[in-house]
């Protein structure tokens, strides 16, 4: 098992590390604030900026941050007690996402976009109130994939997760250091880290978006019957020719 997880670690590691020098996710000085919903990605995204943190020839801050949408009392706990182990500051933010869900959600759209988007604005706002110019999400390689062929498939335009994004307002930056991180991957690492992983408790998680199990469903056949699919829709993502493009 000691073998297993050292070998999911070290790819994970080369993974993220290329990913962050690549795109120069990470400056000298920077002040980072993780998204932590207390999944398998935010807490393995929280590990690895921290061991970074420690190495590192450049100094930069780590926190992390939960959005408190109906959490339960021993799930705070949890996540307070899971960022100590890890030597990271932590905040809970709180929120009014579900007042505005009942108010603005559309019949029929789904709830947990709308609330992902409510989320990250949250982000944004604790980040510039607390003196963070970054904020950092746990999104992966398959999320990125999924996100892809969603926007192509029902929105008609070449669009996904960037590795680092500014925010409208022109203040502070979001990075997804995990993108080249297969998602099987990150859950065996998760899993032998044993993690303190806890799951969400919203109405919302128990209607699934029919348009993103559509596009799991599909990517997976593809993946089946020919695979290393998922790596070429990644690549064709970073390898668009715009001479040869409508």
């Excluded at 943190?53 to 705070?76: C, M, N, R, T």
């Amino acid at each position: 098992m000691f073998k297993q997880l050292e070998k999911n670690e070290k790819m994970l590691e080369y993974f993220i590390g290329k990913l962050i020098v690549e795109k120069g996710l990470i400056k000298h000085g920077d002040s980072i604030l993780i998204g932590l919903s207390g999944g398998k990605d935010s807490w393995t995204l929280a590990y690895f900026l921290k061991k970074f943190q420690a190495k590192a020839s450049i100094k930069f801050e780590v926190a992390l941050a939960s959005i408190d949408v109906l959490l339960q009392p021993k799930q705070k706990e949890i996540l307070k007690k899971g960022a100590t182990q890890l030597g990271l500051d932590f905040f809970l933010i709180n929120n009014n996402i579900e007042q505005i869900i009942s108010a603005k959600r559309h019949p029929g759209t789904s709830y947990c976009s709308l609330c992902r988007k409510l989320r990250q604005a949250y982000l944004y706002r604790a980040a510039q109130d607390l003196g963070y110019n970054k904020i950092a999400f746990g999104h992966h390689f398959d999320d990125f994939v999924e996100s892809y062929m969603t926007n192509i498939l029902y929105h008609g335009r070449t669009k996904s997760l960037p590795a680092i994004v500014t925010a409208q307002n022109g203040l502070g930056q979001l990075i997804r250091p995990m993108l080249y991180c297969p998602q099987k991957v990150i859950a065996r690492f998760a899993k032998l880290k044993k993690m303190p992983i806890i799951t969400c408790h919203c109405k919302g998680s128990n209607q699934p978006d029919p348009k993103k199990i559509a596009i799991h469903k599909l990517l997976n056949n593809l993946e089946r019957n020919n695979p290393g699919a998922k790596r070429s829709i990644f690549a064709a993502a970073k390898n668009i020719v715009t001479d040869h493009v409508f």
